[in-house]
């Protein structure tokens, strides 16, 4: 892809997925067929949260300046990115409130309401909410957001140390199979100390690579230890009788989900979506003849019954516009398969298939349609998978660096790889330059520390 940046904001616009033209810089909006893409892909996070126990609820999106204040860390992390509510109306607050740059601070003060004894744990609930940052950096669709729109934030509590651990192990699987089933290669990290999300005690993050080569950190799991717990007084009596803090963990996903799904997968034409959360899955396409209008139709509208059906989503397009424009809209949209009928085929009981991910068109008896649609969503999902796989994998690369070698060469090696390629640089794990003052030589950042054929690495790249 020669530009990336150029093609992600047309591509947003064609395929009408989020305008970026409302008059807030970091702000824009969900158009119908971007929100229809967001609703499927937090359904799948949604129902893996369900079924591994989580609840969820939903928070007022004002905290009191008191209340955000409260944790040292976190407030020190989030200062420079609040918004401050401070009047109503004409009058002056007695109590600044904030909108909410995420919750802890307003989920914990309830939590010590619900909290008193270890049979009250664990507490496991999420939100899916919009969340604001007054980011500084360069604001991007979907992707740095300012109204950060969908926020899925998960916090939990949890009566000893050992269960918030397999928490965190809970969360990254949930996230790591989310991600799967999108069809989007992570890489999972142990974020660095001076990296970690503010007031816990480590962060565990997925990055994936984007097709210009730079990092996307997608989503975010941590250990809060009893940091919170201590600031908010989440004790509780345990099973001896005696008094200890909840030991906690959160976990986020944001829009980047999205910006995720369309960088990874869509091609110079457009989106390719993967059918789990494409918001039309096929789309039949009749070819109209004169005199033959009516026979095609009336099949066109047999197959979308058939086909619905299946519990599958499907659309007639019988717009009065040539084939070609039709064939060319849901490319950009990214519709994973296109049914064309023309009245030659149906004579031969016969209809044409087209494949968006792979750009193969082939013939399938009609009566093969029902027995086979599964097969060909799920051969796409796959297909989409490797190709997202290798894709990824071409952008990391391995430097084979021991103490002796000179580390002056080893810099001037990483800053090359990242100026001409991008991408991500594994190194074998090495305190010589696994610090603050390494990164700040390297022209882009150290994400963290990463396990790469059972050893330890240190993951470098340029990030979002
Ligand atoms: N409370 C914790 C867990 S929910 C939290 O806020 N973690 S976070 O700061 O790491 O954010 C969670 C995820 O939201 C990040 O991993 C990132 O993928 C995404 N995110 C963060 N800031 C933005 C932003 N400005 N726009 C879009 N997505 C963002």
Same mark, same amino acid.
């Given at each position: 892809?020669?530009?990336?940046?150029?093609?992600?904001?047309?591509?947003?616009?064609?395929?009408?997925?989020?305008?970026?033209?409302?008059?807030?810089?970091?702000?824009?909006?969900?158009?119908?067929?971007?929100?229809?893409?967001?609703?499927?892909?937090?359904?799948?996070?949604?129902?893996?949260?369900?079924?591994?126990?989580?609840?969820?609820?939903?928070?007022?999106?004002?905290?009191?300046?008191?209340?955000?204040?409260?944790?040292?860390?976190?407030?020190?992390?989030?200062?420079?990115?609040?918004?401050?509510?401070?009047?109503?109306?004409?009058?002056?607050?007695?109590?600044?409130?904030?909108?909410?740059?995420?919750?802890?601070?307003?989920?914990?003060?309830?939590?010590?309401?619900?909290?008193?004894?270890?049979?009250?744990?664990?507490?496991?609930?999420?939100?899916?909410?919009?969340?604001?940052?007054?980011?500084?950096?360069?604001?991007?669709?979907?992707?740095?957001?300012?109204?950060?729109?969908?926020?899925?934030?998960?916090?939990?509590?949890?009566?000893?140390?050992?269960?918030?651990?397999?928490?965190?192990?809970?969360?990254?699987?949930?996230?790591?199979?989310?991600?799967?089933?999108?069809?989007?290669?992570?890489?999972?990290?142990?974020?660095?100390?001076?990296?970690?999300?503010?007031?816990?005690?480590?962060?565990?993050?997925?990055?994936?690579?984007?097709?210009?080569?730079?990092?996307?950190?997608?989503?975010?799991?941590?250990?809060?230890?009893?940091?919170?717990?201590?600031?908010?007084?989440?004790?509780?009596?345990?099973?001896?009788?005696?008094?200890?803090?909840?030991?906690?963990?959160?976990?986020?996903?944001?829009?980047?989900?999205?910006?995720?799904?369309?960088?990874?997968?869509?091609?110079?034409?457009?989106?390719?979506?993967?059918?789990?959360?494409?918001?039309?899955?096929?789309?039949?396409?009749?070819?109209?003849?004169?005199?033959?209008?009516?026979?095609?139709?009336?099949?066109?509208?047999?197959?979308?019954?058939?086909?619905?059906?299946?519990?599958?989503?499907?659309?007639?397009?019988?717009?009065?516009?040539?084939?070609?424009?039709?064939?060319?809209?849901?490319?950009?949209?990214?519709?994973?398969?296109?049914?064309?009928?023309?009245?030659?085929?149906?004579?031969?009981?016969?209809?044409?298939?087209?494949?968006?991910?792979?750009?193969?068109?082939?013939?399938?008896?009609?009566?093969?349609?029902?027995?086979?649609?599964?097969?060909? +969503?799920? &051969?796409? @999902? =796959?297909?989409?998978? $490797?190709?997202?796989? *290798? #894709?990824? %994998?071409?952008?990391?690369?391995?430097?084979?660096?021991?103490?002796?070698?000179? +580390?002056? &060469?080893? @810099? =001037?090696?990483?800053? $090359?790889?990242?100026? *001409? #390629?991008? %991408?991500?640089?594994?190194?074998?794990?090495?305190?010589?330059?696994?610090?603050?003052?390494?990164?700040?030589?390297?022209?882009?950042?150290?994400?963290?520390?990463?396990?790469?054929?059972?050893?330890?690495?240190?993951?470098?790249?340029?990030?979002?």
């Amino acid at each position: 892809m020669e530009n990336f940046s150029e093609w992600y904001g047309n591509i947003l616009e064609r395929a009408e997925i989020y305008d970026l033209r409302y008059p807030i810089k970091g702000c824009g909006v969900y158009l119908p067929y971007g929100f229809k893409i967001r609703k499927y892909a937090f359904e799948i996070i949604r129902n893996l949260l369900d079924e591994a126990g989580h609840d969820e609820t939903l928070f007022p999106l004002l905290i009191p300046e008191n209340l955000l204040a409260k944790e040292g860390e976190h407030i020190k992390g989030f200062e420079d990115e609040v918004y401050w509510v401070t009047h109503g109306g004409q009058r002056p607050l007695d109590v600044k409130l904030a909108l909410r740059p995420t919750s802890e601070t307003s989920i914990y003060y309830m939590m010590k309401l619900w909290i008193k004894v270890h049979s009250d744990l664990p507490i496991k609930i999420y939100q899916v909410v919009n969340t604001f940052r007054y980011e500084t950096k360069h604001t991007r669709p979907l992707i740095r957001l300012r109204e950060i729109m969908t926020f899925k934030e998960a916090h939990t509590a949890h009566a000893t140390r050992e269960d918030a651990e397999n928490q965190v192990k809970e969360a990254m699987d949930i996230y790591k199979r989310f991600f799967e089933k999108l069809g989007i290669p992570t890489i999972v990290s142990k974020r660095p100390e001076w990296d970690k999300f503010p007031g816990a005690e480590y962060t565990m993050a997925f990055d994936t690579i984007f097709p210009d080569g730079k990092i996307m950190q997608i989503g975010t799991v941590h250990n809060l230890g009893q940091n919170f717990a201590k600031t908010f007084d989440l004790e509780f009596e345990t099973p001896d009788g005696e008094k200890d803090y909840a030991y906690q963990t959160c976990y986020g996903i944001s829009d980047r989900a999205i910006a995720s799904i369309i960088a990874i997968h869509g091609d110079e034409k457009g989106l390719i979506l993967p059918p789990n959360v494409a918001p039309i899955q096929i789309v039949i396409i009749p070819l109209l003849f004169k005199g033959k209008e009516n026979m095609v139709l009336d099949k066109a509208k047999e197959l979308y019954n058939l086909l619905k059906n299946l519990g599958l989503r499907v659309k007639v397009d019988d717009r009065d516009i040539r084939p070609g424009r039709k064939f060319n809209d849901w490319e950009i949209k990214g519709v994973p398969l296109r049914i064309e009928i023309g009245p030659r085929d149906l004579e031969n009981g016969k209809i044409t298939i087209y494949r968006r991910d792979t750009g193969e068109k082939f013939q399938l008896k009609e009566q093969e349609l029902k027995g086979e649609i599964n097969n060909i +969503l799920n &051969d796409i @999902i =796959n297909n989409m998978k $490797e190709n997202a796989k *290798n #894709k990824i %994998g071409s952008f990391i690369s391995v430097i084979d660096y021991k103490e002796e070698d000179s +580390l002056k &060469d080893l @810099i =001037n090696t990483i800053r $090359e790889k990242l100026e *001409n #390629k991008g %991408g991500m640089i594994l190194i074998p794990f090495n305190n010589e330059i696994y610090n603050k003052d390494f990164e700040e030589n390297i022209g882009g950042s150290i994400l963290g520390t990463t396990e790469y054929n059972g050893e330890e690495y240190i993951a470098i790249g340029r990030t979002y």
